[in-house]
Structures are given as C-alpha cells and as structure tokens.
C-alpha cells in the first residue's frame, strides 16, 4: 500500500487548507484512516480519523469544530479540510492507513501500520 500526501503549505491564521491522501496498491475501501501530524520537538499525535465506510469519525479536541475528515472510496482518497487555522496547526501532517479492515475508527498510533510521507502546513499569525 502507497500513501501518497499533498496539499500542505503556508497560511495565514484564520486561513484554510485541504490535504489529500490518495492511497493505491491495495483495497482502500476497507481501511479506517486517519490524519496525523508532528510539531518540531513533539511526539506524533492523532487529529482525525474515520470508519472504513465514513460513517465515523473522530477528532483530537483541539481541531474540532474546525477540521473535518472526509474520505472517497471510489476515488481512493482520503482529505482534512482545515479552517481557522492558528499558528499551533503548524506540523507536518502524516495520513495512515489501518490495514487490520476494522469497523470502527483507529484511535492509537501503533495500530497503524501504512504511512505517506508527510506534507508540510505552516500558519503564519
């Protein structure tokens, strides 16, 4: 399975942005997905993830309300949509895929085990 993210870049506060993960090589549909992202000196953390069918999502406090998660299953792709950005958004954002195919969504960073490489957002206050 390749994870391939885009769509990072610098925005000023208030601003927004929306990331694209597009996954090929094997069953998309059947994966829950998420959205991760690591500050400079920070561990990796959680900021949103869904159902293999969409239906669930889940979001880390401090993006909710102002990010949304979203998948296409046809098109194998999955997105964040993130506005009212502020400065603290800034990190490299990583998507993942969970490949045990559960129903639910995947809430802890050990389970997953495909990953992008990462797209850079930046937030300028």
């Known amino acids: 399975v390749q994870l391939q993210a885009s769509g990072g870049g610098l925005a000023q506060g208030g601003g927004s942005l929306r990331l694209t993960c597009v996954v090929s090589g094997r069953t998309f549909s059947g994966y829950p997905m998420g959205w991760f992202r690591q500050a400079p000196g920070k561990e990796r953390e959680l900021v949103a993830a869904?159902?293999?069918?969409?239906?669930?999502?889940y979001y880390a406090n401090s993006v909710k309300g102002r990010f949304t998660i979203s998948r296409d299953n046809a098109k194998t792709t999955l997105y964040l949509q993130m506005n009212s950005l502020k400065p603290e958004d800034t990190a490299v954002y990583y998507c993942?895929?969970?490949?045990?195919?559960?129903?639910?969504?995947?809430?802890?960073?050990?389970?997953?085990?495909?990953w992008g490489q990462g797209t850079q957002v930046t937030v300028s206050s």
């Open positions: 993942a895929a969970d490949s045990a195919q559960g129903m639910g969504v995947t809430t802890r960073l050990g389970d997953y085990d495909f």
């Open positions: 869904i159902s293999w069918a969409g239906g669930t999502t």
